[in-house]
């Protein structure tokens, strides 16, 4: 018998809390602890080999108290990183095995989810006939491609809850990897007030990876039962990272992606309740600024600004940064100047030397897919962003998998930290992140992804039937 036929049965028991129908609809767990360890000790070391540094934290040390005027990002923009390449292909073998080797599933590979990146990716690819630098422009659409494979064969493999916890994880290495380094190194600091949490990355890439935490921890409690004592853990972990790194954007887009997902599990007429309370919050905040005192709102101001009171009026200095961006854009609107063809050695120490500060980026996502791409490429990636929490939003509603529910956080995090950050649109593991579970998401069927062995009673646990049916999706 069907997950199908099964519902039917069930159809009329309205009161019932979680429905038959939510089971056979779940992506849930399929992958052992052991395989689970694999795909995280791979995709890990992937990664931290080609974007992580060892020495990150004295080099930040360094540069944030300008006993340093060495640009590390102009100078790695020209170096050969001997590492870099065969972890790409690592990568993309990873990719490739899962592609051959994956369970027998009733998966759809199309949709617009699919369309949509697709046609992203063949944008990109026809950007080097225009790219200002060709050479920049095609190694970097290998890294995209080697990224993409991997994307594919893991959406293939693994489902969306088995994505979100070898996602979280590896941030968990990352962070706490990064906190071992930091001791070891003399840089852990937290005493000092200009302290930030770097380990072996960036501040904002570590905080990053606490909202992956954050985000990802409902996956690691059971459908129907209590909250997990693991989920607290890596919620609190999570937050803990994000005050330590004092990001004030990646804060920003936790707080903001957290309340959709919440929100939207809410019953229609608790939502509009939900609503006219937010609203009803701003009122009486704008209520309280308008009646503060100046020494009030300095005080709020401060701790606002996580301690980093430094630029506050110029963003920490992105407005002039955004300015001459915005110089380069008006050159060339319509189509860009090639897939990250613009962030060359030159263009970096100029800027270096404009601004006074080390800018590996455009520190805005919207403003760097209008460099690479001009208005086209930036409409292609929404269009793609876009489609993605459409159907994350309207599969999250029907069957309320906590899978589905991390892909639509996930969207609407980068979203909102694009306004300050372009790590979602650089070919790193936050964008390999998006891209995998929203591949996933979107070769979803829209019927039951299982088929249940037996029908099990009213009083059986839900998540035993689902994990003991005899196909893997």
Known sequence: MSAYDIVEDFEETDNREIFLDDIAYQDTPTLKPLTLLFFVLMIGAAFFLVDHSFNASTYFRKVHALETEANRTADRIEAVNLVSTPMRLLLGGLGVWCLFNAPRNNLRWGGMILFSFLLYMSFLAISLTWSVNPRVTIQKLIVFSMMSIAAFGLARRLSLQDLAKVFSIVCL???????????????????????????????????????????????FTKRGA????????????????????????????????????????????????????????????????????????????????????????????????????????????????????????????????????????????????????????????LFYLLVSLSVSFSRYLKHRDIGVAFVFGMLLFALVHGTGESLFKLPTFLLFIIVTSTLRLGALPRGPIRVLATQPSPNQNLNTAASDSGENP
């Open 226 to 381: 209590s909250v997990s004592y693991l989920t607290i853990a890596m919620v609190v972990i999570g937050i803990m990272v994000l005050l330590a790194t004092k990001s004030r954007t990646t804060l920003a887009g936790l707080i903001f992606a957290v309340l959709a997902t919440r929100f939207i599990t809410f019953k229609p007429n608790n939502r509009i309740f939900g609503v006219s309370f937010m609203l009803l919050i701003f009122v009486a905040v704008g209520m309280f600024l308008s009646v503060a005192r100046n020494s009030t709102l300095n005080s709020m101001g401060d701790a606002m600004a996580m301690g980093r009171t430094e630029d506050v009026g110029s963003l920490t200095g992105r407005l002039p940064l955004w300015e001459e961006l915005m110089v380069a854009i008006e050159k060339r609107p319509v189509f860009g100047h090639g897939y990250l063809a613009f962030w060359e050695k030159d263009r970096i120490e100029h800027l270096y030397d404009l601004l006074g500060w080390e800018i590996p980026h455009g520190h805005n996502m919207y403003l760097d897919l209008l460099i690479d791409g001009g208005v086209v490429g930036l409409s292609l990636f």
């Open 173 to 219: 290495f990352y962070i706490f990897g990064g906190l071992a380094i930091e001791i070891f190194l003399g840089n852990f600091r937290p005493h000092l007030a200009d302290y930030r949490f770097v380990g072996t990355a960036h501040p904002n890439s570590l905080a990053a990876y606490g909202t992956v935490c954050c985000l990802a921890a409902p996956v």
